[in-house]
Nanobody, 125 residues
Framework: QVQLVESGGGLVQAGGSLRLSCVAS????????MGWFRQAPGKERVFVAQ????????NYADSVKGRFTISRDNAKNTMYLQMNSLKPEDTAVYLC??????????????????WGQGTQVTVSS
């Protein structure tokens, strides 16, 4: 059974930075497309960024493009999300997602079949 565990969230002032990590275990991480989503209280889960199984292709939501960078280290079974120039509207629970069925997934949460529990990111103004 694949497990995904996020870490790195916290409280930061607007303009600051955080780096999230997602460690995978129990599966073949190198074959999974991966993504980050976020969910604010009372709102739907929304796409943030995605990365292909080999790390060669990435895609970002318009709201984070130019500020966030997704990456992965397949030797460490770990995916990252570097978040710079954070804004209060970035406040949410950030969730790591894995798609074991294809090397590059979509921006839809329903495509992903593995999820972490999430890590809280709070950006103060």
């Amino acid at each position: 059974q694949v497990q995904l565990v996020e870490s790195g969230g916290g409280l930061v002032q607007a303009g600051g930075s955080l780096r999230l990590s997602c460690v995978a275990s129990g599966g073949t991480f190198t074959r999974y497309a991966m993504g980050w989503f976020r969910q604010a209280p009372g709102k739907e889960r929304v796409f943030v960024a995605q990365i292909s199984a080999n790390g060669g292709v990435t895609n970002y939501a318009d709201s984070v493009k130019g500020r966030f960078t997704i990456s992965r280290d397949n030797a460490k079974n770990t995916m990252y999300l570097q978040m710079n120039s954070l804004k209060p509207e970035d406040t949410a629970v950030y969730l790591c997602a894995g798609d074991s069925r294809r090397p590059y997934s979509t921006t839809y949460a329903t495509t992903y079949n593995y999820w972490g529990q999430g890590t809280q990111v709070t950006v103060s103004s």
